[in-house]
């Protein structure tokens, strides 16, 4: 009986630290890195640029833009595929803009001044579940 308890205690240990490793953390993506948000010379940049990440819940994204001069609001797919700047889902105009995801939906974003979604300033993304 004396020997089963270092081996219980190392099995406890090993769970216990499985857990750990197995955690999501939450990261922070600033989109566009360096480039940040603001009217692409490619049609592709913002859609490339998420497929570089993995999104999953409790993510930031952050926007870094001209204040004045850009904006951010989460959209529907609808609204993103037509550009309509009218049925917002919310919208922020100072920046950093900062949007936490908090369900795994596919989520889109446009810019609402003037033709800067239709300049292609726009960016969905797809929120995949942890491995746990």
């Known amino acids: ?40 010379q490619d049609a592709d940049f913002y859609a490339m640029w998420s497929l570089n990440d993995t999104f ?24 993103y595929d037509n550009c309509d700047t009218q049925n917002l889902i919310s919208i922020q105009t100072t920046s950093p803009a900062r949007f936490t995801i908090n369900n795994v939906d596919n989520h889109y974003y446009i810019c609402t001044v003037g033709l800067h979604c239709k300049s292609f300033l726009k960016l969905a993304i797809r929120v995949s579940v942890p491995n746990n």
Do not use: C, Q, R, Y
């Open 1 to 40: 009986m004396a020997n089963l308890k270092p081996s219980l205690f190392l099995i406890i240990a090993m769970v216990v630290a499985s857990m750990e490793f197995n955690h999501s953390v939450a990261t922070e993506h600033v989109v566009g890195d360096s480039f940040g948000w603001a009217v692409p």
């Open 56 to 79: 999953i819940i409790d993510d930031t994204l952050i926007f870094n833009f001209a204040n004045g001069f850009h904006n951010v609001a989460e959209v529907t797919k609808e609204a």
